[in-house]
C-alpha cells in the first residue's frame, strides 16, 4: 500500500485545511485509515481514524468539534478538515493505513507527511 498525502501549509490562528490522502495498491485490504501527527517536541499521536467497512470515527479529544475524517472509498482517499486551527496544531501530519493480509498482526503504512504550520 501507497499513501501520498497534499494539503499541509501555512495558516493563521482560526484558518482552515483540508489534507487528504490517496492510496494505492492493496486497499481492499486496509481496515482502518487516519492521521498521526508529531509536533517539534512530541511524540506521533492519534488524530483521527476511520474504519473503512462501517465509516466509524474516532478523534483525539484535542481536535474533536474542530476537525472532521471522511473517506471517498470510490477514490481510496481520505479527507481530514481542519477548522479553526490552533498555534498548537502545528505539527508534522502522517497519513496511515493498517491493513490485514490475514497473517495475524496487521501491517502499519505511513505516507511521507505534510507540514501544518499555523501562526498566531
Known amino acids: 500500500v501507497q499513501l501520498v498525502e497534499s494539503g499541509g501549509g501555512l495558516v493563521h490562528t482560526g484558518d482552515s485545511l483540508r489534507l487528504s490522502c490517496a492510496a494505492s495498491?492493496?486497499?481492499?485490504?486496509?481496515?482502518?485509515m487516519g492521521w498521526y501527527r508529531q509536533g517539534p517536541a512530541n511524540q506521533r499521536e492519534l488524530v483521527a481514524s476511520?474504519?473503512?467497512?462501517?465509516?466509524?470515527?474516532i478523534y483525539a479529544e484535542s481536535v474533536k468539534g474542530r476537525f472532521t475524517l471522511s473517506r471517498d472509498g470510490a477514490k481510496n482517499t481520505i479527507y481530514l478538515q481542519m477548522n479553526s486551527l490552533k498555534p498548537e496544531d502545528t505539527a508534522v501530519f502522517f497519513c496511515?493505513?493498517?491493513?490485514?493480509?490475514?497473517?495475524?498482526?496487521?501491517?502499519?503504512?505511513w505516507g511521507q507527511g505534510t507540514q501544518v504550520t499555523v501562526s498566531s
Open positions: 476511520i474504519r473503512t467497512n462501517e465509516g466509524s470515527t
Open positions: 496511515h493505513a493498517a491493513v490485514n493480509y490475514g497473517l495475524g498482526l496487521p501491517v502499519e503504512y
Open positions: 495498491g492493496s486497499t481492499l485490504s486496509i481496515y482502518t
